[in-house]
């Protein structure tokens, strides 16, 4: 019986990524040394960091100078007015503060705190005073690797590049597809009968997201240096959507 089956794999020993690194080259290096292959309808997904750091997102917070309006901000949720005016600088506008969390609208159009620039696995120990952008156009990482590697496999692959977002009225981050190419990000079920022909009326499923989610469980998020995870078997649809897809307009938006 060929049961429905979902693969998740780490690709093993990928170094600490730096600056100007070719994502491409170490990624088919770790698959041919740990003897993995890519095949038609994988989806790779890379954690967000490993782009943004071989892109170059990173900043030192000494060469930052804060604005008035960051050191006034600062000064309402107890933060540093340099991370301040780098979360300013990224987002299209602040929509929720309290003391040590800023909620913005990200100049991509998603909703996370701090802009989505984080410190977690940045820097060498010791030195806290680097911080890491997101990718420029996620997207546009997302279909460059994408392109290369399916060249260079020969295979028809998809990619989502990742991150952990909060939830509102949930606890607990998840992993979110921020870069997608190769894949409808959205899975269109309205139509389709459930077990007892019913047609779905509005269901609308976020397949990359999920996918995104499912990797983060074998990423982790401390020291676990799994940054890349292969995933075979997913039920995802062709297609050349982009991760802005997933985002719900502000108009029909009913929690902002």
């Known amino acids: 019986m060929n049961l429905p089956e979902i693969t998740l794999a780490a690709i093993p020993d990928i170094p600490l990524i730096q600056r100007g690194d070719d994502l491409v080259v170490v990624l088919l290096d770790c698959l041919n040394r740990a003897g993995m292959s890519l095949r038609d309808g994988d989806v790779l997904v890379l954690c967000q960091k490993i782009v943004s750091k071989a892109e170059g997102r990173m900043i030192r917070l000494d060469e930052v100078t804060p604005s008035e309006e960051a050191q006034r901000l600062a000064a309402e949720t107890s ?9 300013l600088r990224e987002a299209r506008k602040v929509l929720r503060t309290r003391p040590h ?9 998603w909703i996370c705190a701090n802009a989505g ?10 030195d806290d005073g680097v ?13 460059e690797i994408r392109a290369r590697l399916s060249a260079a496999s020969g295979a028809h692959i998809s990619v989502i590049i ?30 389709q009968p459930d077990l007892f022909g019913y047609q779905l ?29 292969l ?3 997913a039920p995802i649809v062709p297609g050349e ?15 902002r």
């Open 231 to 233: 995933v075979r078997g």
């Open 131 to 143: 911080v890491l952008l997101l990718p420029m156009d996620p997207d546009r990482s997302a279909r």
């Open 117 to 126: 620039i984080d410190r977690s696995n940045v820097a060498q120990p010791g």
């Open 162 to 191: 990742n991150d952990t977002h909060g939830r509102p009225f949930r606890n607990g981050a998840v992993g979110v597809a921020i870069g997608v190419a190769g894949l409808s990000p959205l899975t269109d079920l309205r139509g």
């Open 241 to 255: 959507g982009t991760a802005r897809d997933l985002q719900r307009a502000e108009e029909r938006d009913l929690f």
């Open 201 to 229: 009326q509005t269901s609308i499923l976020g397949t990359a997201d999920e996918i995104a989610a499912a990797a983060s469980l074998l990423m982790g998020q401390a020291d676990e240096g799994r940054p890349a995870i």
């Open 101 to 109: 969390l800023i909620i913005a609208e990200h100049r991509l159009g």
């Open 79 to 87: 933060k540093d007015p340099r991370l301040v005016e780098l979360i």
